[in-house]
């Protein structure tokens, strides 16, 4: 399924990728601080440049497929981590069906084959008006630029979050926090209680905390069966494939699932949560997912909406409807009737980079709909879907169609599978 439609406008013709490097970029110890005069990383760039903020699931295919469409368009990447870890099949690293190695891979062929200039540091400050993109040790000018900084968490609306540290996971970010929540949840105590949050939406994957349901779930069926799942959920239901679960969770009575049950207190000293109607929650592992809004950068450079959430952006271009020549992809979107998922995330790289390249060069941007696959696994062998399909009618995206496998099956697994090896080539390869 993930290949109805993916190719269809997706195709490009491959130019020339040239393996070029970035000065100054290994050490700038010495460089002046954002505080003092501010340098030119890049003082003698000759014709265009795109700065892409944020290797991730939208941001590296963006800086992949500008490349991709002229190579004459100099493209630099910057990305803190070094290594590209996904989060669509992290939840697998809980249950033990996927190591966080079969997840993890780096940025070489994006600068080798795609000729991607890759920093890897961290973006401080976006200044429009002058167009350039501020780093700890200087700033680099842009003709365009492509944001994409994905979450970050709101924990100041959770009472004893921010003081937790790594007493309380989320998770939510594939990486450290996977590994060790893994080795807590192997770690339960015998009959122990299991508790995780599900925070309001909108936040990252909407499918993704109940698939983790299903993967402690059959974690503790199969190795802890005196062991109990808690789910927590702000929301009032199941916001995505919610009858798809519900017959999941069937084969697992371990699990208790409770709506409008919003945490809004966690105190790891008595291992106890606190729901907003007053309920205390005892645990011996907690998961707790906090609300979430848009990348740091993006609050900084004031992109984001009333909410003070998330961006809101052109459907067509994606430039964002506060920032002249700056585009907003992935997670830190609002306003596009489509999920915080990996594919939208993929799909809008591809469509804010065809954007770019086209007003760069003078021409027609043309109306291109995002699209959406997504995988859930319920268990360590099965799977389910979702399918949207989107279009443009008068400048805005309207979905069209959804579909929804009509159960879970090891079909849909292998399918997933294959997904996920295609499109982590198509962002990375």
Known sequence: MARMTRREFLRTSAGAAVVSSFAGCASRGDAPTVASTPSDLAPNRKGRRVIVI??????????????????SIEVILIEPNKRFVSCPFSNLVLSGVRSIDSLTFDYDRLRKQHGVK???????????????????????????VIVAPGIDFQTEQIEGLADAGDRVLHAWKAGPQT???ARQLKEMPDGGVFVMSIPPAAYRCPPGPYERACQV????????????????????????????????????PNLEYRASSKVTKVDPGAREVTTEFGDKVRYDVVNVIPPQRAGAIAVQ????????????VNHVTYESVKAKDAHVVGDATIGIPAPKSGTVANSMGKIAATAVVHLLNGRPV????????CYSWVSDSEAMAVVNAYRIENGKVVQIEQKLTPGQSTLYAQHATAWATSIWSDILA
């Open 54 to 71: 944020g290797g991730g699931w939208g941001g590296a295919t963006a800086a992949k497929y500008v490349r991709m469409q002229d190579p």
């Open 301 to 312: 450079a004031d992109l984001v909406g009333a909410d003070k959430r998330w961006c809101e």
């Open 217 to 252: 779930a059959w974690y503790l069926k199969t190795r802890n069966p005196r062991a109990k799942l808690l789910v927590l959920d702000a929301n009032q239901n199941v916001i995505s494939k919610p009858a798809l679960f519900r017959a999941a969770w069937q084969a697992y």
């Open 179 to 181: 590994v060790a929540l």
């Open 366 to 373: 043309p109306e291109m709909p995002p699209i959406n696959t």
């Open 118 to 144: 890759i920093m890897h540091d961290t973006a401080t400050a976006l200044e429009p008006d002058a167009r350039r993109v501020r780093l700890a040790g200087g700033f680099l000018t842009y003709d365009r």
